[in-house]
């Protein structure tokens, strides 16, 4: 009798020990080599070995470390162990043959090992036309891919054609596809094997597209290397060419002969050369497209823009720069006087260096001239609107050098004065080496502006930043951070304004020549007015000086009611705001004659509009005539008088006449300094029935505090002493002292006089002297302390239109230093003791 092979069916057992899956699935009808690596599954390979070789390979559902039967998918492959590798690790390397899909049924062994009760399944085939239709698409888009893709070797694409099954074509091509285990896992799971293929089919399609989008990119990354393969060939042609008609071969090479030219006509010495020379060096080696590239070249760049060499000799001429100071400003006498002895001694040290220089030759002149020729640092103080900046301006045209001006307020890093470090790309010098590659000059004149305004933060002090720039004894070899290299400064001609001095570091403010610039008088202001602001407001607002009249008493009367601060911005805001509406006013009129030949009157700002001073006859001349002139000759003369100025600017901000007196008793009149100039203040005193006490009100600082308690203390000796008041008076009464205006900050020891006689005048009952204004402080036992800011006091005396002044007899030796038109008028009355003060104002 003939021996009969089983049926594969029988041959399968009905119990499998499970091996667990975690990357994708494994398909029946396949030989494939699988890892094995968890300690369970060796146990679980080793004992198949031992016995049939057929193992269970399940896909894990939650990859965990010891699974049991719940953490598997139902579904898996039956596969028989051909071959097994011991790994040096304690893995296992195995080739299986897998055979037919099974079903799991239940739990024989729940865990270590997992062994189950399965169910093989068949495929359900139906044989339709559609079915062998499905297996050609798949064979032949999975053909289309193959062909394409290296991955997909020779005997895989045999394999694949010699497959006979639709349902093992399935299989097999979505074993090899590379899509997402779970999709594997639903192909697996799929009985059926029409819907198998049509899932395969889908997945092909999807990796069709994938495939064309790859290709795509690729070709758009390979035509780019071919276009930079291109150029660099013809980059490299080009060079060669250049090369063989002796010309630059890049640019980088001619940026490097640029420096270089450059810098040997510079003829650097010592540290200057030695990290040039360096720097070049290291730029002619680096690749343009290297992050370093920009920044070792804007350096470069740098050092080769500045001016490092000696400046041209001076011709300084004394008459011309007097001349362009007195026609650019109006008074400012201190200032001017000081810009001519700076060229007075400069003209002499040049003379003596030219003299020197015949005797003496080489670097010992050159010293010579490092040190002679040195700048010079003045700071301008005072309030706003009284011409510090716009001096800079006339200087460096008096000097007739470049002029850059820079403003430091509310800086707060260092790093605008001396430069960024060359740490990052972006880093640049700070201002002063910028001003000096702008003007190309190492001896221009340089205006900082806002000093005071400086503030410290986590980024540095400016103002310390300042100390080397500023100080002459250093200055010569300057070393900004980004330019890392001494560069002289010395020649530099700074100029510092400033709005008051308390904000400024004492180490700074002792580098620096101080002049004042007190802020101008009325009289003062009608001369910059007349000479400046009125011609400067017209040629602004396009009108000219004959259709605009301006009397005396006009410009008067602006800035006395509606300008009265110590500088000219708002006297010419308020000129600026005049000329706007002459100047609508003459272009409405212009363009009603135009369209109905005569005049019309408009409304201004819901108001009247004065009219036109145009006669009818002049109006019908004009009409009348063949050759009439162009339409900047009609334009109408405008007389500016009270009366169209309060039409224009509006009722007085200061009414002519409303001069701060003390018309009552407990009332006196002081002088006050501010960062805005000079200014009066009132000192109000009264007496309350009630138990004794003393009262401050008016937004007093601890400064004035103090000096009311002095000077509530000198006038009760006083009022006992001399009045006769009852010393029991100031226990009945409480006194209150105020100054009004309470919204603004008022500090200062200048104060005490002014309190101490509105007290005495509150004891006995009595008004002060008329047009009596006062300053100084005042101490304990009666002595008047000097003060300062007596020029501001006595301009906004003489504003307040006082007539007697007392001031602390030891700045009578300021009086000299005030010019005579601001003491016009004025009777000043220096004093030492309070006593003499009490007997001018309460005589």
């Known amino acids: 009798m003939s021996d009969q092979i089983a049926p594969l069916e029988q041959l399968l057992p009905g119990k499998l020990p499970i091996v667990s899956l975690v990357g994708r699935p494994v398909f ?240 650097f010495e010592g540290e200057i050369k030695e990290t040039v020379e360096q720097e070049l060096e290291k730029f002619t080696v680096m690749e343009a497209q290297s992050p ?87 700071c301008l103080v005072g309030p706003p609107g009284v011409g510090k900046t716009s001096v800079g301006k006339s200087v460096s045209r008096a000097l007739n050098k470049k002029f850059f001006r820079f403003s430091v307020g509310g800086m707060r890093d260092e790093a605008e004065i001396k430069g960024h470090r060359r740490t990052y790309i972006g880093a640049m010098p700070g201002k002063i080496i910028q001003g000096i590659k702008i003007t190309k000059t190492k001896d221009p004149v340089f205006m900082i502006d806002e000093i005071d305004k400086m503030a410290a933060s986590y980024h540095g002090d400016p103002a310390s930043a300042l100390l080397e720039a500023l100080d002459p004894e250093q200055n010569n070899s300057f070393r900004d951070h980004y330019l890392d290299l001494p560069f002289d400064i010395s020649r530099i001609f700074f100029i510092v304004t400033a709005n008051t001095l308390d904000t400024i570091p004492p180490a700074l403010l002792d580098r620096m020549e101080i002049i004042e610039l007190p802020g101008y008088i009325s009289a003062e202001k009608l001369e910059i007015a007349k000479h400046y602001l009125v011609p400067k407001s017209l040629e602004k607002s396009g009108l000219e000086k004959r259709h605009v009249k301006y009397g005396k008493a006009s410009l008067l009367h602006i800035a006395n009611c509606y300008a009265r601060e110590a500088g000219v911005r708002n006297f010419e805001k308020n000129l600026d705001k005049i000329h706007r509406k002459l100047a609508r006013e003459i272009v409405e009129t212009e363009e009603g004659r135009d369209r109905d030949g005569e005049p019309v009157e408009h409304e201004e700002d819901g108001g009247e509009t004065p009219k036109v001073a145009i006669s009818a006859k002049d109006n019908v001349k004009k009409k009348s005539s063949k050759t009439a002139p162009s339409n900047q000759a009609s334009k109408p003369a405008f007389v500016v008088d009270k009366t169209l100025i309060e039409k224009y600017l509006g009722k007085p901000l200061f009414p002519d006449g409303e001069i701060k007196k003390a018309n009552r008793p407990g009332m006196s009149i002081g002088l006050a300094w501010t960062s805005m100039g000079g200014d009066t203040l009132v000192i109000e005193a009264t007496s309350v029935r009630e138990k004794g006490g003393f009262t401050l009100t008016g937004n007093m600082g601890d400064t004035m505090k103090e000096s009311a308690s002095i000077a509530l203390t000198v006038a009760q000796k006083i009022g006992i002493e001399r009045y006769g008041v009852d010393a029991s008076w100031f226990e009945q009464n409480r006194i209150h002292l105020h100054i009004p205006a309470g919204a603004t900050p008022k500090d200062g020891p200048s104060a005490g006089v002014t309190m101490a006689v509105a007290l005495c005048s509150l004891f006995c009952g009595r008004v002060i002297t008329d047009k009596l204004v006062m300053t100084g402080e005042l101490s304990l036992t009666g002595r008047v302390l000097p003060i300062g800011g007596l020029k501001e006091k006595t ?23 005030i010019p005579d038109i601001v003491k016009k008028g004025l009777e000043f009355y220096p004093v030492e003791f309070f006593e003499e003060a009490l007997r001018l104002a309460l005589p």
């Open 795 to 817: 301009i906004a005396a003489a504003r307040n239109k006082a007539r007697y002044v007392i001031i602390p007899k030891e700045n009578a030796r300021d009086l000299d230093e």
């Open 28 to 267: 029946p009808g396949i030989f494939t080599p699988l890892m094995i690596l968890n300690p369970i599954d060796v146990k679980v390979v080793e004992r198949a070995v031992s016995e049939d070789g057929l193992i269970g390979l399940i896909m894990l559902a939650n990859e965990v470390e010891m699974p049991a039967l719940g953490d598997f998918y139902k579904v898996g492959t039956v596969a028989k162990i051909v071959k097994k590798i011991n790994l040096p690790d304690g893995g296992l390397n195995i080739f299986v043959s897998t055979f037919k899909r099974f079903k799991v049924k239940k739990a024989v062994s729940v865990k270590n090992p997992v062994v189950a009760a399965v169910q093989y399944l068949e495929d359900a085939e139906d044989g339709t036309p559609e079915v062998k239709a499905l297996a050609r698409a798949l064979l032949s888009e999975m053909k289309q891919i193959s062909e394409n893709n290296p991955l997909f070797s020779e005997e895989m694409r045999l394999n694949m054609m010699n497959i006979d099954q639709p349902g093992k074509i399935a299989d097999f091509i979505a074993s090899i596809l590379n899509i997402d285990k779970m999709e594997q896992q639903s192909v697996l799971e799929q009985i059926n094997v029409r819907k198998r293929m049509e899932q395969v089919l889908v997945f092909i399609k999807k990796e069709q597209e994938l495939f064309r989008i790859q290709k795509r990119i690729t070709n758009e990354i390979n035509d780019r290397l071919n276009k930079s393969q291109r150029e660099y060939f013809l980059r490299e042609e080009l060079k060669a060419i250049k090369t063989e008609l002796g010309m630059s071969a890049d640019a980088k090479t001619s940026e490097c002969q640029r420096f270089k030219e450059k810098f040997e006509a510079f003829h």
């Open 292 to 378: 370093e590239y920009v920044v070792t070249r804007n350096y470069l760049d740098m050092i080769a823009s500045l001016p490092w060499g000696d400046p041209a000799p001076e011709q300084i001429d004394l008459s011309y720069a007097r001349k362009t100071l007195e026609n650019d400003h109006y008074g400012l006498k201190d200032v001017k006087n000081r810009i001519i002895e700076y060229l007075a001694v400069r003209k002499l040290r040049n003379s003596r260096l030219q003299r020197n220089t015949l005797q003496a030759n080489g670097a010992g002149a050159r010293d010579r001239e490092g040190k002679t020729q040195s700048g010079s640092i003045i």
